[in-house]
């Protein structure tokens, strides 16, 4: 206040949001072209102590639903169910990327499974390259 000047060093790590997933990667294994497998769960959690901003993208032959809003209290944890819809026959790749403001900045989770067409009956009763459709529940 007399016209003195003063400096302060402050020393300290800044806080960075967590995630938390259930897995990184998922194949949903065979699959009818042009039908939806049965969804699949992923968890997210925030296990930090700050608010987890999130924004997913999907890719591919697969899509979701999401509890998850905007932003992940901490402690908290939420779920997008996916959902496996192969467009064509063969190895079928995607992801879903999750965007958020952890120190990575984003999170991708990968998924592939496998178009097929349904069996039906073949010469001498034998399936060949054919996918038996998942019994519903």
């Known amino acids: ?13 800044g806080l960075n949001a967590l995630i938390s997933l259930d897995f990184t990667a998922f194949d949903f294994g065979p699959q009818v072209v042009n039908t939806d497998s049965q969804p699949r769960t992923l968890t997210i959690s925030n296990p930090g102590s700050m608010v987890l901003v999130l924004g997913m993208f999907y890719n591919g032959d697969f899509r979701g639903a999401t509890t998850c809003g905007a932003q992940l209290a901490a402690g908290a944890s939420c779920s997008t169910s996916i959902i496996f819809h192969p467009t064509a026959s063969g190895i079928r790749t995607g992801s879903i990327i999750i965007f958020d403001n952890t120190s990575v900045g984003s999170h991708t989770v990968q998924l592939s499974g496998r178009g097929g067409s349904a069996c039906g009956k073949q010469s001498g009763g034998v399936n060949v390259g054919c996918i038996n459709p998942a019994p519903t529940q």
Do not use: D, R
């Open 1 to 13: 206040t007399n016209g003195t000047s003063h400096s302060l060093l402050i020393i300290g790590s």
